[in-house]
């Protein structure tokens, strides 16, 4: 596992500035037209962090199996990152949900006659 960290790192560390580029311009529009959507700019960092994990995790697993989508590299680039990008998407919203799930389930409500009482505390009738 630790051979495979430091062959990542050195892969990422390695891009040329065409593929970074590349990379930052598709990160850049698509967190813009996050920011759009979210007003929280903590969110909006989350996932940019994520889209440029997914972009470069799916671009170097590409490179370890050989796998071309294409024949042009740089056409190769542009789909990948953007594949990487929308399964990074995906599980942050999955992870988003998650974690509103269980929060909801400790969250304290409050029942009619005013106290507030954990769910799982509330009497059953």
Known sequence: MHDLWLEFSSYVSHLNASTLFTIGVLI???SYVLKQNVDSGILTTMFVLAFQAGAFVLNFVFMKLNLTIFASPDANIIA???????????FMIFVMRTSSAVADVF???????????????????
């Open 28 to 30: 850049a529009g698509s």
């Open 80 to 90: 990948i990152s953007t594949i990487g990008m929308m399964i990074a998407l995906l």
């Open 107 to 125: 969250r304290p409500t409050v029942t009619r006659e005013g106290n507030s009482t954990l769910p799982s505390t509330i009497p059953r009738r």
